[in-house]
């Protein structure tokens, strides 16, 4: 056990490198990219010490050369489900039982890793895996992922520190026990600092861990286990797994032992995970936690003061960057007719400018989308809007998957606010934008707030202080994290805390000591220094 009250190093915001031309690490990570897309990675399966092969492989392809075969990875079947779960529990037994100053150290030996010498290794596997331009690259996979563990660390401790009142003759102390079982850990492609936070998070609490990355991050999910590895995390504390979602989930969701879900995808599977949990319950030796982060048609909504060309890089990066597969994407846009066509022509020209095409290419701004499916959702969406005589194509539009999947920045003009762009969730580079009357401002306010089912970003434009607050209240429930003359994406870590509400999930916070608590049971425990020797109070005295 610990012999101190211990301090961990002040978390600080990692910062973002440049790449720019000439640079250290512009070279480092172009070099690193070579290698990694020139080479063949064999990706097993981790269950505790061991590297599981099955023969059973699937390619791993760039999406911006979908032909072009940079390795495999191995699936498996539910015995291995049923391995890494029963590893996990094996594991528990010490690494529950580690003072949390030595899973603390663990973990800030990541963040230095990611910092150092693993940086142009996260940043060029993700570029290849999930088509990120560079700077998307490095503000996720190594800034945003430093920050998680950094900040996690100092969040844990305060966690530790945070102790109940005593009384005179008692001393009340709390203690943060890990969760009784092991936590399930579902990650997404579109963020490798989420795809190590989710697991990472529960773990550093003292939890132990089954995850299941998505299929198509799988090449960066790698790198972040030779992270863990080197950093000393335990054999079994983490655990990886691979092969059909629904087997795997159903698997972990039978076992007694199952204890929690560290969840970012989509908010169909994350309903049905819930509903699964609830049919089992009776089947559990505890209530599970449930933690989720799931879908987003986030919006922009400007103010008649607002500043038109101000509006439009909001909407040129918050809608653009990394096409759109961003969670908080801004999707839905509102503008008054007085600025309206000014900031459309100001996105045009933004547009126009993009250049697309291989991350490689440190010019390209707009890369692949990350599958078939989803370029083949895409393309449908444009054609129909195409042909829809409530909407039209403002830019954009094109599309074309024969080398990779591209899809062209796209602008819908939508005459009917509730046209289905407008309310359906694409996870793309594709906006719509309907034009509304000045004069109706305070009534597209109610607009914005009704047409959704999620509740994740949005952010208002205007420097009329008035309309900020209005829009502040009227829009409090349809927004987790709401932006002010912003665009609704990049949260950082320690300084937004991440997360919405009504279908966009449970708003446990990603980033904050808000999200850890959620990996811990606390256990109170009184003492009585003397304690008493006569049942009698003094209301029974004659």
């Known amino acids: 056990m610990g012999k101190g009250f211990f301090h961990v190093p002040t978390a600080i915001n990692e910062p973002v490198k440049s790449y720019a031309p000439g640079t250290p690490e512009r070279e480092a990570v172009l070099k690193q990219y070579k290698e990694y897309f020139n080479g063949s990675a064999d990706v097993p399966m981790y269950i505790g010490s061991e590297e599981i092969r099955t023969g059973n492989t699937r390619n791993m392809t760039p999406p911006h050369d979908h032909q072009h075969v940079v390795g495999q990875y191995h699936l498996g079947e539910q015995s291995h489900v049923e391995d890494a779960i029963s590893t996990a529990l094996e594991a528990r037994k010490e690494w529950s039982q580690m003072p949390w100053e030595q899973r603390a150290a663990i973990f800030l030996r990541a963040a230095e890793l990611v910092a150092g010498p693993y940086r142009a290794k996260i940043n060029a596997a993700t570029m290849i895996a999930q088509s990120k331009t560079i700077h998307q690259a490095e503000i996720d996979a190594a800034c945003e992922y430093i920050d998680f563990l950094r900040f996690n660390v100092e969040f844990m401790s305060q966690i530790y520190d945070e102790q109940p009142d005593s009384a005179e003759g008692i001393w009340n102390r709390v203690e943060y026990r890990p969760l009784e079982g092991f936590v399930y850990a579902i990650t997404p492609f579109n963020f490798t600092a989420i795809a190590g936070n989710l697991p990472a998070s529960a773990a550093m609490m003292g939890n132990t861990v089954v995850w299941k990355p998505s299929d198509h991050q799988i090449f960066s999910a790698k790198v972040l286990m030779d992270i863990f590895k080197e950093a000393g995390l335990p054999d079994g504390v983490i655990n990886m797994v691979y092969g ?299």
């Open 244 to 542: 059909d979602p629904v087997m795997i989930t159903d698997t972990v969701l039978a076992s007694p032992d199952f204890a929690g879900i560290h969840f970012t995808g989509s908010t169909f599977v994350f309903k049905e995970i819930w509903k699964k949990i609830g049919e089992n319950i009776h089947n559990y030796k505890t209530y599970p936690k449930i933690v989720g982060e799931t879908g987003g048609k986030d919006f922009i909504i400007a103010h008649p003061s607002a500043n038109p060309k101000q509006v439009a890089t909001g909407i040129s990066r918050g809608a653009f960057e990394f096409q759109g597969q961003k969670c908080s994407a801004a999707s839905r846009v509102y503008l008054p007719k007085s600025i309206a066509e000014e900031t459309l022509n100001y996105v045009k020209e933004d547009i126009a400018s993009f250049k697309m095409g291989s991350p490689e290419d440190m010019g390209n701004f707009i890369t692949a989308v990350i599958h078939e499916g989803s370029f083949d959702k895409l393309a449908s969406f444009i054609d129909g809007a195409k042909n829809d005589a409530d909407a039209e194509i403002f830019a954009g539009g094109n599309y074309d998957k024969s080398k990779g999947y591209f899809v062209e920045p796209t602008v819908i003009l939508a005459k009917d606010p509730k046209y289905t762009t407008m309310c359906t969730e694409l996870f793309g580079p594709v906006v719509t934008i309907y034009i509304y009357e000045d004069a109706d401002w305070s009534e597209t306010l109610k607009l914005v707030d009704g047409t959704s089912e999620y509740a994740l970003t949005g952010a208002v434009f205007s420097t009329d202080r008035y309309a900020v607050t209005e829009a502040t209240k009227a829009l409090e429930n349809c927004a987790g994290n709401f932006y002010i003359n912003d665009k609704p994406t990049g949260a950082v870590v320690g300084q937004q805390p991440f997360g919405g509400a009504r279908a966009s999930g449970t708003n446990d916070k990603a980033g904050s000591a808000q999200n850890l608590l959620r990996w811990v049971s606390p256990r109170l425990i009184k003492e009585t220094f003397v304690s008493p020797t006569d049942y009698r109070y003094p209301f029974l005295g004659e």
